[in-house]
């Protein structure tokens, strides 16, 4: 049998792969059987998924994935406006030589593969290139929240990925990020990340 938080990480795994849909029920039963795994384990892994907002439960129905609807979408945005921004002024203050290496090789692999038409890679380029802002930037509580924020925009961002033309607008926005960190200059950090995440903002909303 697999631990409880193994449980909880596999099933968060799985949401987030989109393995199941929104507003789609969860069946205790069927979840232990899926991840050879007991009810107690599962009920806890569903009880944390609820704190992190990818769970709801509702009442004599039991536990289904939370649907984010594009208003709150935007929301969870203006909240990473501020935080992702501390990150990135925080990055740009802690960066050494080496990450500063690791984040300018990161976005000339983003710029080739906007060039080569290669969204998947641009994608988890991106998801490369903020977590790597995130590892530098060692604010344990900044992270925390963003990581937590980041899992209820999945669905949204995919959708936000799936655009024409998204990835050059993003790309540039990304660039300015990496040349302030770069420079060790937070304030442009924080500044470039704010314009990126309200770039964000004005996509979802082209989305409704």
Same mark, same amino acid.
């Given at each position: *049998?697999?631990?409880?938080?193994? !449980?909880?990480?596999? +099933? ?5 792969? #989109?393995? /199941? ?9 069927? +979840?232990?059987? $899926? /991840?050879?795994?007991?009810? /107690?384990? !599962? ?6 998924? !609820? ?29 990473? *406006?501020?935080?992702? #921004?501390? !990150? ?14 690791? +984040? ?10 906007? =060039?080569? #038409? &290669?969204?998947?890679?641009?994608? =988890? ?26 899992? $209820?925009?999945?669905?949204?961002? /995919? ?23 770069? =420079? ?8 470039? *990340? ?6 964000? *903002? &004005?996509?979802?909303?082209?989305? #409704?």
């Amino acid at each position: *049998m697999v631990d409880d938080a193994q !449980v909880r990480d596999e +099933l968060r795994a799985a949401i987030l792969r #989109g393995d /199941f849909a929104p507003r789609q029920r969860l069946v205790e039963a069927d +979840l232990c059987e $899926q /991840f050879g795994a007991r009810r /107690f384990a !599962v009920r806890a892994a569903l009880q944390d998924l !609820v704190a992190e907002g990818l769970v709801e439960r509702q009442p004599n129905r039991g536990a289904r994935i939370r649907e984010i609807s594009l208003a709150e979408a935007i929301e969870i945005s203006e909240i990473r *406006m501020v935080v992702e #921004g501390l !990150v990135a002024a925080r990055a740009a203050e802690r960066a050494t030589s080496a990450d500063a290496h690791r +984040l300018t090789a990161i976005g000339k692999q983003m710029r080739k593969a906007v =060039d080569t #038409g &290669d969204a998947t890679t641009y994608s =988890d380029l991106n998801a490369e290139l903020h977590s790597t802002l995130r590892e530098i930037a060692a604010h344990e509580t900044a992270n925390r929240i963003v990581a937590q924020l980041h899992a $209820q925009m999945v669905r949204h961002q /995919f959708a936000l990925s799936r655009v024409p033309g998204r990835s050059s607008v993003s790309l540039v926005q990304h660039e300015a990020i990496v040349k302030a960190v770069v =420079d060790r200059d937070p304030a442009a950090a924080e500044a470039a *990340m704010r314009a990126h995440i309200a770039s964000v *903002m &004005d996509a979802l909303r082209a989305l #409704g």
